[in-house]
């Protein structure tokens, strides 16, 4: 009891100190009120106070999690984990990401500081008053967590943005196609934009922003688009917002689904902080108290993942000895340094890390790369000395569309759609990411030596895409094409899409198609499962078939979907081939087969699919002529004929799968099996319908007429600890695809209190000046 009382009073003393007044004291207390859900709400005077409270209830909530994301960003989960995860430790230590974010931590603003300094001191003081009562995964593991410092959670945050961000992995790749292109004289494809996708039109970026769109167009020194090439990519977030034009109660309504797997904890970490400059609710990442998305009394907004371009691998010419790099003319030494890695059970492991004026050497993480070749990454996490959160704590305590946008633009990465509403009546979207200004090709390695594709500055944030008030009343963002090809920067890299994709296209019928929403019908559109692109073609296909142009074999597996609804469900045998014609679909259109006239009009990929699929029905709507019969004929043939030939006729029974406690986003073994539970039965696990249940990670609905009528909901549960009611208890909700109440008054959140526990703060002036606390 001593020690505990101790370390509380260097705890108060260390909080004291952040107050800039020399006479303000800490007299008040800190109140944690957990609703039904476990969902912790913080009441404080101050934000300093709050952001104790924060960092005391999410150590509660997450603190093995919180641990894991630390290590993984220090390079240290082979000590937890064995041998197996040496090579994640390598990729790590060579980045730096953590060494950058001490070094970001020693000289941060005060404000961010401070407020990160207060979390740290409410998680250790969580640690040090429950050591003999921490989650039994520690036990298992084997480890005592080290103190929290504002280093960990500045490095927390960027663990996620080097999940999203990796795009320089594939830079070798491109390089060897791109070289293979230029060996047989072949002409490089032109990107096709479907402009009609655009969450950006140029008309309604012209109305908000008019000077920045003619600075834009009149620069020169722009960014080339580029069609190297459409990654794979994390590419299943939805958020999306009407304007009161289209409700009944004539407020905004809005909605944002982040969508990656849900794990056992989830990803996301929900909570409520009510006090000094914020009431404010969302989530965050166990550790980072930034909010990704969330609301307040005035606005709320949500995130999808952009997909943006945040690095670049230079190729270097280093020295015969490797001892040395060219740039500019003059030889330069490489700078190296060794760090030693400890791995359960086996020898420590030294390793030798290099860099040159770009950053970090990466050979050893390329695929493709020839021995002589050498790679060095610059990334904008590991460049910029600043952190989002600065960015994301502006915007929780945001009043209005300038406000939120000014802290919008304090935020760098990883890159995000931002769909935006407030309570008076505006609606608006805004790309935000720091965007380097190339020299060089976008998607290909720079040439490092010569010093003539070095960036040159970020996209300034007010020419990144954005409306407010767009015209069609609606913003949806489903990782979809940003911005039309008017617009003359390169964003991404393929995983923006160069139009719609299923999803997309089926939110822009849901939202456009419809006025009068109530809130109820609102909030149906996240258990959407229809298939509209799958639908669409089969409208297609029923065409062709009455016209006699379908093969037998076309002919019969269309047939297969006679008197289908076009919802794309669980143990189906139509929706099984539904999802392996979609599948099908998506690798159709290329540019060296029989409908290469169709790739070179439309694109490829799910964008060029619906682009094609629109126009095409569109004009037959409009004429009763299909465009490009001929060749339209031979795609849907060939479509309906792969995907026959490629359903398995014994397809294998689907059992119920295993929820791997502490997995998280690195697929970790099981630390502590016991904890470990059966996933519910889903009914929608397609990717491609706006309803993905394996993905609906967190759901929050917000209504601006009435913010206390909003609701949310994060599966399994907010706790990790198994011994804690709310670790698996939202599962229900989860499957059935509902929310729960999330008001964000005082007198709301009592009505659904499960649990209070008060943290008092008294000090004296005395103790804030002692040297020794």
Not at 732 to 741: F, N, V, Y
Request: proline share 5%; with cysteine.
């Amino acid at each position: 009891m001593a020690k505990q009382t101790i370390f509380w009073l260097l705890a108060i003393f260390m909080l004291v100190s952040f107050i800039s007044s020399p006479t303000r004291l800490f007299g008040d207390q800190i109140e944690i009120v957990r609703d039904y859900w476990g969902v912790a709400h913080i009441y404080a005077e101050t934000d300093l106070e709050l952001f104790f409270g924060a960092g005391y209830a999410t150590a509660q909530d997450r603190m093995f999690q919180m641990e894991l994301s630390r290590r993984k960003v220090e390079g240290r989960l082979a000590e937890i984990y064995g041998k197996d995860w040496l090579e994640s430790d390598k990729l790590m230590r060579t980045l730096g990401l953590y060494k950058h974010a001490q070094e970001i931590a020693d000289q941060l603003q005060c404000e961010t500081k401070n407020i990160l300094e207060a979390y740290a001191g409410g998680v250790n003081y969580y640690l040090e008053t429950h050591l003999d009562d921490l989650n039994p995964a520690f036990h298992e593991a084997g480890i005592v967590p080290d103190p929290w410092t504002v280093a960990d959670s500045i490095a927390v945050w960027m663990r996620i943005s080097e999940r999203f961000d990796r795009s320089w992995q594939n830079e070798v790749t491109a390089l060897r196609s791109y070289e293979q292109l230029l060996r047989s004289e072949a002409t490089q494809d032109n990107v096709i934009i479907d402009n009609s996708a655009a969450i950006v039109t140029e008309a309604d970026f012209i109305s908000t922003d008019p000077d920045i769109y003619r600075r834009i167009m009149e620069n020169e020194n722009l960014n080339e688009l580029s069609a190297w090439p459409e990654w794979d990519s994390l590419k299943a977030s939805h958020a999306w917002t009407i304007s009161g034009s289209k409700t009944i109660t004539g407020g905004p309504l809005l909605e944002s689904d982040p969508q990656i797997a849900v794990t056992l904890p989830s990803l996301w970490y929900e909570i409520h902080l009510s006090g000094g400059n914020y009431n404010v609710r969302g989530i965050c990442v166990a550790g980072s108290p930034g909010f990704l998305i969330g609301w307040n009394e005035h606005l709320a907004w949500g995130a999808t993942a952009l997909g943006s371009d945040n690095s670049d691998l230079f190729q270097e010419k280093l020295s015969d000895d490797e001892s040395r790099f060219l740039f500019k003319e003059n030889w330069y030494p490489v700078q190296s340094y060794t760090e030693v890695i400890d791995i359960r059970d086996e020898e420590p492991v030294e390793i030798t890390i290099n860099r040159t004026i770009h950053g970090p050497i990466v050979d050893a993480f390329l695929e493709g790369a020839r021995p002589t070749e050498h790679f060095s990454l610059k990334y904008v996490a590991a460049e910029e000395m600043n952190t989002p959160i600065t960015g994301m704590l502006s915007m929780m305590r945001s009043r209005n569309w300038k406000e939120f946008t000014c802290g919008l633009s304090d935020y760098m990465f990883p890159g995000i759609h931002i769909v935006y509403a407030d309570v008076s009546g505006n609606i608006g979207y805004y790309t935000a990411a720091a965007i380097p200004i190339r020299s060089g090709r976008p998607g290909l390695p720079q040439i490092g030596w010569t010093g003539d594709e070095e960036w040159n500055g970020y996209v300034p944030f007010e020419e990144l895409p954005h409306v407010l008030n767009p015209s069609s009343g609606f913003v949806a963002s489903a990782n979809h094409l940003p911005v039309g090809d008017w617009y003359p920067h390169s964003l991404t890299i393929g995983t923006g899409g160069t139009g719609h994709n299923p999803r997309s296209m089926r939110l822009y019928e849901l939202l456009d198609n419809q006025d009068g929403f109530t809130f109820a019908g609102f909030s149906e559109i996240h258990r959407d499962n229809v298939s509209a692109i799958a639908r669409e073609f089969l409208i297609l296909a029923a065409i062709l078939l009455e016209r006699n142009s379908l093969s037998q074999n076309s002919s019969r597996f269309l047939s297969a979907f006679d008197g289908w609804d076009y919802r794309l469900v669980e143990y189906s045998r139509v929706s099984d081939l539904a999802e392996t014609l979609v599948q099908v679909m998506h690798r159709s259109l290329r540019s060296n087969t029989a409908t290469a006239l169709l790739a070179s009009k439309y694109g490829g990929g799910h964008a060029g699919n619906i682009y094609l699929l629109r126009s095409v029905l569109a004009e037959f709507e409009r004429s009763g002529t299909l465009p490009d019969e001929e060749e339209v004929t031979i795609w849907v043939n060939q479509v309906l004929e792969t995907a026959a030939a490629s359903i398995r006729k014994n397809a294998p029974q689907k059992g119920p799968q295993v929820m791997i406690y502490q997995a998280n986003l690195e697929g970790f073994p099981s630390i502590y099996p016991d904890a470990n539970r059966y996933m519910p039965y889903l009914s929608t696990t397609s990717a491609n319908t706006i309803w993905s249940q394996l993905g609906n990670s967190y759901t929050q609905v917000v209504d601006l007429s009435d913010i206390n009528n909003s609701r949310a909901f994060l599966p399994p549960g907010v706790s990790e600890d198994p011994r804690s009611p709310h670790f698996f208890d939202q599962v229900e909700l989860w499957a059935t695809g509902e929310t729960r109440p999330a008001p964000l008054s005082r007198d709301e959140v009592i009505k659904y209190v499960e649990s209070v526990e008060t943290l008092y703060l008294y000090v004296t002036e005395k103790n804030r000046n002692s040297d020794d606390g």
